[in-house]
């Protein structure tokens, strides 16, 4: 196990009409609020209501930034700083998914910054304050409401960036399991892609003897599969819900990755597909995840996939071991096949014309991975395979 | 899955020469500490003179308050909280195991009470609040220096009760694994054992819809039966001492048992073992473990117990459930057994004399458990079982 330090801040409240602790949690931090969300769903919903009803009969000061994107975007974050700058906000409270989420965090950290919000984008080191931010979650995929990163699309030059520091970390997050009932389908499957392939990521890793860190990886893997199609089928079932969205969190708040050299390609290679194409990240995830595996797997790494398809897919730990890796893999596509995501960029309508553009980019910081490193040739592979 | 609060505000600083952060942390909150310690260990291992050496080198002034015992008692606590308040003590540094750091968390509340301590002890809702708490570890087993609970022996009348506030929790706590590398074989069960009883306590529940908590008990249940017999054999193995303290602090600082209802029926009886006879807390866990699973046992738990023999001793699921339950049960036995643990009380030299006024004293704040409730004479059986 690596040396690591810990520290998760963040408090979580978990469970039906958790809403209720909000104004208290609020008033801790401030008066002023910049009420962050993304548009119609927490409109239809009457999240947005029950929200605005709270702040009012409580005396918070408040103003809106709405409309916030999926793969949010710097003109966001501009908008909002400007915003907290003109009404001395005291707190950020971001009402959405991760993406909500995430331009609020870079808000709180660009408040702070004199100069371009994009470069603390491009370099966290720039980050030496933040706003205090909370949360409402509304969607379990990226565990932003728990962890201290953030992830920005500037759309003038086709990049999608991670930024991570301590301050960014929600103060609080209100995780009320109901309020995802109404997510359509098609993300919660895109939600699910995503927690497994921040598992994934940390998973697959050249540190062997992080034996708690694996075991309790199989365990959120589990809970995945066990529900992510029974959250498909039964919107409303709580259970399912409920263990989504708190397997979201643990999944990335680094429970899973401290003690460990991590990987993060497949995020990486999909930041590409997003910042060119703007699709939904979980169905990049979901795309290139199982072609991922069979790049990476070979003499070094089948052992791992074998501890994966042994302990998360029960297969028979008997079998010639290559066998096993590639039932594994086999078994990572078919469910999300059975969860109704795509298998290749064809079906989100992505051809070949940009892929060695886009493996250059990914790989413009450097090499990507420490389990299976990747450089922009290897990317472009993987691309390739997955067409 | 329960609602839940979680917070778990800890920093851990964990791996190998972590204590160089010590001094730097410690200033974030003062500069007169008491330093609490049980005694030989750390003198025997250089641990003590590191740490005085690092608190003169920093001008860190500091009281000593050692000889603290195993199973802590009131007069160390008074004796502690006397120091504090004469020398205007700004942080408690507990260095060693959880009877050590449960001391100090209930100086530190008990700085803040004017009436007897004992009383914070009996009513936590008496806290108020608490002078910051620090650790440095040596011994995987209580989790006392990740979360916020303390265990208190009153001699004078044969009473060990725990106490439990949010500020007890420590604010940071080292923890290098190769600090227990000089901890002895049967120390090093007795902590195992505790880690183990602490998953089990929170794991046997009738909370069925906990899925993810259930798998994430499994894993750590796992890591400790992958990794105790090797700590006792090569007590130098990092991977197995790093697998353990971490496994230690995660197996009881809430993230296993928020969102589930919880027992807490064996621990509650093993008080009184110690109360009495001032047993080692882990060899009374370890002998008392499986005589209240074969006392748990019934129609309307035995899926619980299928789900733990299959899910972590590897059992075939298709075999008969009574014969699964059952298995289960034998192969807990047989690991504490391998650890060389006793598996009855008279290894210890208890005998029934007391057993009666122990089972009227475990259950005379209210009857134990949830997923198999004990009244007093349930207690008796399942002592007299253990004889």
Not at 6 to 18: D, E, L, Q, V, W
Not at 84 to 105: F, M, P, Q
Not at 360 to 371: D, H, S, V
């Amino acid at each position: 196990m690596l040396n690591f330090n810990y520290n998760i801040p963040t408090k979580i409240f978990f469970g039906r009409n958790k809403i209720e602790v909000l104004a208290r949690e609020i008033k801790n931090y401030g008066n002023k609020v910049l009420f962050v969300y993304g548009g119609r769903s927490i409109k239809r919903n009457g999240l947005y209501n029950k929200i605005t009803n709270i702040l009012n009969e409580n005396n918070i000061n408040f103003w809106e930034l709405g409309g916030v994107d999926p793969n949010p975007r710097l003109s966001s974050v501009k908008s909002g700083i400007k915003l907290c700058r003109e009404n001395k906000i005291e707190l950020i409270l971001a009402v959405g998914g991760g993406s909500t989420i995430d331009c609020a965090k870079v808000i709180g950290a660009g408040y702070y910054y004199d100069g371009d919000a994009w470069d603390i984008v491009m370099d966290s080191r720039k980050i030496k304050k933040v706003l205090p931010i909370a949360s409402v979650l509304t969607l379990a995929a990226t565990g932003s409401e728990m962890d201290s990163g953030a992830v920005i699309t500037n759309m003038e030059t086709n990049e999608k960036i991670a930024t991570i520091h301590d301050g960014m970390a929600p103060k609080f997050s209100i995780l009320d399991p109901t309020y995802t009932f109404s997510v359509p389908k098609n993300q919660t499957a895109a939600g699910v892609a995503d927690i497994m392939s921040h598992i994934f990521e940390v998973y697959f890793s050249n540190t062997k003897e992080a034996y708690l860190q694996n075991r309790m990886g199989e365990a959120l893997l589990k809970t995945c599969i066990n529900y992510g199609k029974k959250a498909i089928d039964c919107p409303e079932n709580y259970e399912a819900r409920s263990n989504l969205m708190w397997t979201a969190s643990l999944a990335i708040n680094g429970l899973l990755s401290y003690g460990k050299e991590t990987e993060w390609s497949v995020h990486a290679m999909e930041h590409e597909l997003s910042a060119f194409y703007d699709i939904t990240h979980g169905v990049g995830l979901a795309i290139l995840t199982p072609y991922w595996m069979e790049y990476a797997l070979n003499g070094f790494t089948v052992d791992k996939f074998v501890e994966y398809g042994v302990n998360v897919w029960g297969l028979d730990a008997n079998d010639e071991k290559y066998e096993i890796a590639h039932n594994a893999i086999r078994k990572t596509r078919e469910y999300f096949n059975l969860l109704g995501m795509p298998s290749s960029l064809k079906e989100v309508e992505i051809d070949d014309e940009k892929l060695e553009k886009m493996a250059k980019q990914a790989t413009i910081r450097g090499k990507l991975g420490n389990f299976k490193v990747l450089e922009a040739e290897d990317v472009l592979n993987i691309y390739k395979s997955a067409l």
